[in-house]
């Protein structure tokens, strides 16, 4: 039987929730003081960093109605000391924009007592303002 490591666990988790669009599930792994950032010129409305959870609640709405994500897919979790490190491929476009996306991303995470206390995206920001602004 293998066991899979802690940090690994909590950010399968929180993939499992956000597939299964599972809001409170996601909303349960996170620390009350969350940190929750996505790396990228402010154009595009859901880049930023957001503090709290109030704040990461107000990302996930600004998601949901720019965002339509037609794939997302996990390719890897790697265990660090301080957390978890997950590369994801995602397809989509926004709404009312018609150039489609397709991105890897490095989503790294900081973990500390089973829950997140730090989230932060790294992606091809150039092709997300490029599919924004058509």
Known sequence: MSHERPNCAVARKLYEAFLGGDLPAIFSLLDPAVEWELVGPREVPHFGIYR???EVKRFFSIIAEINRVTSFEVLSYTETEYGA?????ER?????????????SCQLMDIKDGRIVRFRIYQDTAQMVDAWRS
């Open 92 to 104: 989509g476009h926004f709404e009312g924009h018609p150039k489609p996306f397709e991105i890897r």
């Open 85 to 89: 490190y997950v590369e994801c491929r």
């Open 52 to 54: 709290g959870m109030d």
